[in-house]
């Protein structure tokens, strides 16, 4: 969500502003850090990545200060730093240009109308594509700062996306990457009288645009996947077979806490119903570990679940306490523990052992298997070209780097630790 928000941000300013970009901080006019608040320890990163920044910059060089972290802390980023210029909410990115002329100033509203989403656009790669489908999230998950600091859940008019998928098409692009805190919550609401359509029939509309060959999206929430999206997903030719289904817990009783809205037992019969339609589907899931009050029954099953859905991609992280959250508010009254550090720790390293395991011996299964792969890149170093399977694999073959752009079938012949070597066919 931040690289497609820095994408528009550089649009915008390039288009209204006559900027363009550089890679070296000491000759900028301007320089923006666009932040994260889902966790703490990045947020404390920004001020010395400011003071940095503040140290090396030319004299008249301006600072702002974007994305969550700006809209969680606001002016007090001003406060905190004489070096910040401005403040500029992940809401309220197509405001760049004007706020771009003011000083010390933060705009970090969380309102909305159809301006919030009308911007520049451009985008760092012709072959794949990312659009946002919606913005905000109107789930209360107990531990997560993102509501708060980007807003209910709107939904991007059909007609909008349509458009920018036809001309990013138009321009070569083969894959598109739908974004949103939820996607398939999209149509839940619009800003306006917009056509009201659903996830499914939205994946459908698009994969009708002629040339276009890949969809991929994220992030789903497992609560969402009804049937009628599973159908759609693993019958449409176009709409890639990897999804990201964030479990966050095995366990029902921290699932419930959480406020996730299901079970362990919901998460897994979802699995199964897609691995029913799409054997070769890849997964892969977002885990929090050493949530308040997880016990060792509770992350057995977080274990179990991980054992039983084998993913092939794993995002984990030990819980930390945010800001304007009702686990937050639990901690401070007392009605919740933290877990000790060491207890949080240790899980965090079994689970990645357990999963480096088990992609081991999935890899080990991929030899003489064949995947369509859309090449995007040359390694020059090791001469091959590199892709990604349908299912989201990283592929690299011997060949030549003028089928980059291409999709040829490929038949792995080598599996070197977690990288896949294959033939073409
Ligand atoms: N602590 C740890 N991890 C978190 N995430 C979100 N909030 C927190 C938190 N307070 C993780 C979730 C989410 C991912 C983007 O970040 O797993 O899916
Ligand atoms: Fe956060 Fe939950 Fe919304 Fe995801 S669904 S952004 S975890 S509140």
């Not at 705009?107 to 072959?127: A, E, G, M, P």
């Amino acid at each position: 969500m931040n690289e497609r928000d820095s994408e528009h941000i550089i649009a915008e300013l390039e288009e209204k502003e006559n900027y363009t970009l550089t890679k070296n901080p000491k000759e900028a006019d301007l320089i923006l850090i666009n932040t994260c608040s889902v966790r703490e320890k990045p947020e404390k990163k920004l001020f010395s990545e400011i003071g940095q920044y503040a140290k090396i910059k030319k004299e008249d060089a301006k600072i702002g200060i974007c994305g969550c972290t700006a809209s969680h802390l606001g002016d007090e980023i001003l406060k905190k730093s004489k070096a910040v210029n401005f403040v500029l909410g992940a809401r309220n990115v197509s405001k760049i240009s004007q706020i771009l002329h003011k000083d010390r100033v933060a705009w970090v509203d969380i309102d909305y109308d159809d301006s919030t989403y009308v911007f520049s656009s451009k985008h760092n790669s012709t072959l794949k594509g990312m659009i946002n489908i919606s913005i905000g999230c109107d789930k209360q998950c107990t531990y997560c700062i993102v509501p708060h600091t980007r807003g209910n859940e709107i939904s991007i008019p059909a007609d909008l996306i349509l458009k920018e998928a036809k001309k990013l098409v138009d321009n070569g692009t083969k894959e598109i990457l739908l974004l949103g805190q939820n996607v398939n919550n999209y149509g839940r609401r619009f800003s306006n009288d917009h056509r009201k359509i659903n996830f499914t029939q939205l994946l459908n509309e698009i994969s009708q645009i002629n040339g276009l060959e890949r969809i991929r999206f994220t992030s789903p929430h497992p609560l969402h996947m009804d049937d009628e999206f599973i159908n759609e997903f693993a019958t449409n030719p176009k709409v890639c077979k990897a999804i990201h289904m964030p479990l966050q817990s095995g366990s029902t009783k921290i699932l419930q806490k959480m406020k996730r809205g299901y079970s362990k037992e919901w998460f897994l019969d979802r699995v199964a119903k897609m691995r029913s339609l799409i054997p070769e589907l890849s997964i892969g899931t977002d885990i929090i570990v050493g949530f308040p009050t997880e016990s060792e029954e509770d992350f057995l099953d977080t274990l179990d679940v991980l054992e039983k859905v084998r993913f092939d991609t794993l995002y984990s992280f030990i819980y930390s306490t945010r800001p304007h959250t009702q686990a937050a508010t639990w901690l401070d009254n007392g009605e919740i523990q933290l877990l000790d550090e060491e207890t949080a720790k240790n899980r965090l390293i079994i689970l990645k052992d357990k999963h480096k395991e088990i992609l081991a011996q999935e890899n080990a299964k991929q030899l003489g298997k064949i995947h369509p792969v859309l090449f995007e890149s040359y390694d020059e170093e090791n001469l091959l070209l590199e892709g990604r399977s349908d299912t989201n694999k990283l592929i690299r073959v011997k060949a030549g780097r003028n089928l980059i752009g291409e999709i040829c079938n490929v038949k792995i012949s080598e599996i070197k630790g977690a990288q896949l070597i294959g033939e073409l066919l």
